[in-house]
């Protein structure tokens, strides 16, 4: 049986944590989130991993009803890192020549296996972003 007066106690002080409402309790809450990372990084053992966990899951709720992510093709995210970066064409060795580079920018060239890979990790995303 739940002791709801005690239950009452705590729900009152973890409340503010769990309860994502608007963008300054999202702010807060991502926040939060990023500090708990930081003291706890992976380690599933802590005993606070469980509320870092479902911190991340609040969180992402909250984006999925409240944050249009734009559709974009992998071209446009790769032109949004390259200006994120303030990277040139020549700086994509990764890709090929410069050459190469401005037929994959221009839409003439689609990126291959490789070069997604090799962006991937160079801007530490998915893969997934440049298809």
Do not use: C
């Amino acid at each position: 049986m739940i002791d709801t007066q005690e239950l009452t106690t705590h729900w009152q002080a973890i409340s503010p944590i769990l309860t994502i409402n608007t963008e300054a309790d999202y702010d807060r809450a991502v926040n939060q989130l990023n500090d708990l990372l930081d003291q706890i990084g992976t380690d599933e053992a802590h005993p606070l991993y469980n509320l870092l966990d479902t911190l991340g899951v609040l969180i992402e709720a909250y984006e999925a009803d409240n944050f249009e992510i734009p559709e974009a093709t992998g071209i446009e995210v790769l032109m949004h890192l390259m200006q994120e970066h303030n990277l040139k064409q020549s700086d994509l060795a990764e890709i090929g020549s410069q050459g190469v580079v401005s037929e994959v920018i221009n839409g003439k060239r689609q990126l291959n296996l490789r070069q997604i890979h090799a962006l991937a990790a160079r801007f530490g995303v998915a893969p997934s972003v440049f298809l």
